[in-house]
């Protein structure tokens, strides 16, 4: 690359660091790239640094020594993501949204690179220091929402299916109830799909009983893999007895009248879940 | 937002840009929010453009006029792309990928975020043109690839589906014979998932004989849209008679002897597509 002016810099820098979440990026990197002197990096790492963390965009960390560097972690302002959450939850109680039997129609909101981008970096805000190794969802609604929280942690995503296909190889396979209905069913994993031993964040687009994220807790002993923790985007309420009961939720539907035409939608748990995540480089990140 | 300098503003106007692709933005927009004159954003502006010229981001397009301002086209430069097309080749090869019935493992590359993030830009580039209106694939291998692509270029994804849910609403449903097996087969789209009349890019992770790109051609029909485009991220080369002949592939299957346990890759027509695209604004875009 040629030689850059700080203000050239800065904009590839940024564009960077943004396409490399969770990554350490040494200072000698950048100081190759643009040919530059370290001390000339820092300054402008410091210029970054303070504009994601002022608009929101995200942590900036600095992890010194020898293998040291800066890593850049996605991180949700705390005022944007109220906003993501009271939107959501408007756009879900668009009475044109119910089907019949009370389920709601979510494809479009699923479908959004723009909305699942928002939730994604929102999970991955509130699991930022959960040393994520993979994304794990079931097929097939859940799957735009993992990629991009996967995206945003810079780890895989592994998808569990219900069907069995000879594109994936030697799968493994447990059956599960369903919390809702009650029936047994099948879900399965392609075994080299997952690591054995990785630390796993389920996502899923919706729970009701917790049924399918039950099965894929299971599953997942399979693999000898932890779950680390569970994110939906809607929970519903509902719910008699709950078969999982740790996780983060963006949304929660209060009500859903099939026969009056009403849907009642508050927030999650997510906005509580993120507050406790702070990034205080004096008590330093690993 | 307060009053930024001009490093500041590059850092946080790149942000911006990058999470708009396709988008117009207007300058007064950036003057308003960043409390600068419009003359001071025109010169920011052509900071970034050049770098993001020269580092093969993509196009920052001016439009001038009353309703004018900018927007960033993601266009993956040639350089980068040979040696992503080259890399993915080097993957496909490795022979532990092979499946019983000559098929091959994928799911690693397809549930990586980097790497559909890169094949995600490389077809947004090529189609960069189109005036895409939505991304349609079929579920459930190509909804990740979906995904980057719609993201990059600011369109939703629809997802055609083998069974039938109730959680879609009403659905469109076509039987298609599957080009290599012959056996007929049924495809669904939910009605409320795509607008009738829409421009849409047909994206998948694998085509053979291109039966079931052909079923979502038809299926297109049902809703009045009009395909503007295939991508595969690789398709096969042991083919007959292919159904569809107009689409555009990363990667090309030379050669899968499950025996010998071989596989051999080469280039899809992908850099050939991407040369055709340029941005010349005397020409101007729209």
């Known amino acids: 690359m040629k030689k850059l002016k700080r203000s050239e810099r800065l ?3 940024t564009h960077y660091l943004l396409k490399h979440p969770h990554q ?3 200072l000698s990197f950048f100081s190759e790239r643009y040919q530059a002197a370290k001390s000339s990096i820092s300054e402008d790492l410091t210029i970054v640094k303070e504009i994601f963390a002022s608009e929101g965009i995200g942590y900036l960390l600095t992890i010194a020594g020898a293998s040291g560097g800066v890593k850049y972690i996605p991180m949700a302002g705390e005022e944007e993501s109220v906003q993501l959450v009271e939107d959501l939850c408007r756009m879900l109680e668009n009475k044109e949204r119910l089907l019949p039997g009370g389920y709601l129609y979510m494809m479009d909101i699923l479908g959004s690179p723009q909305w699942m ?7 991955a805000s509130v699991f930022a220091k959960q040393e994520i190794d993979a994304v794990l969802t079931v097929a097939t609604k859940g799957i735009t929402l993992a990629y991009a929280v996967a995206s945003h942690l810079h ?3 592994s998808i569990v299916r ?5 594109t994936e190889g030697s799968m493994v396979s447990i059956n599960y109830v369903s919390g809702s209905t009650k029936r047994i069913q099948t879900m399965s994993l392609a075994r080299r799909s997952l690591q054995e031993g990785s630390r796993v964040l389920i996502v899923d687009d919706f729970m009701k009983a917790g049924g399918t994220a039950r099965g894929m807790i299971n599953l997942l002993k399979e693999f000898q893999a ?3 923790g569970i994110g939906v985007l809607v929970e519903a309420e509902d ?3 709950r078969l999982v009961d740790d996780y983060v939720s963006i949304a929660r539907l ?3 009248n099939e026969k009056e035409k009403r849907v009642q939608a508050g927030p999650g748990n997510v906005l509580h879940q993120l507050k406790e995540v702070s990034y205080d480089e004096k008590r330093s990140y690993e």
Chains 1, 2 share one sequence.
């Open 11 to 13: 904009v590839d820098m």
């Open 239 to 241: 719910v008699e007895e």
């Open 155 to 157: 780890v895989p995503v």
């Open 254 to 256: 209060e009500e859903v």
């Open 226 to 228: 932890e779950v680390v």
């Open 117 to 123: 981008n928002h939730v994604g970096r929102l999970f």
């Open 162 to 166: 219900r069907d069995h296909r000879v």
């Open 24 to 26: 350490l990026i040494s």
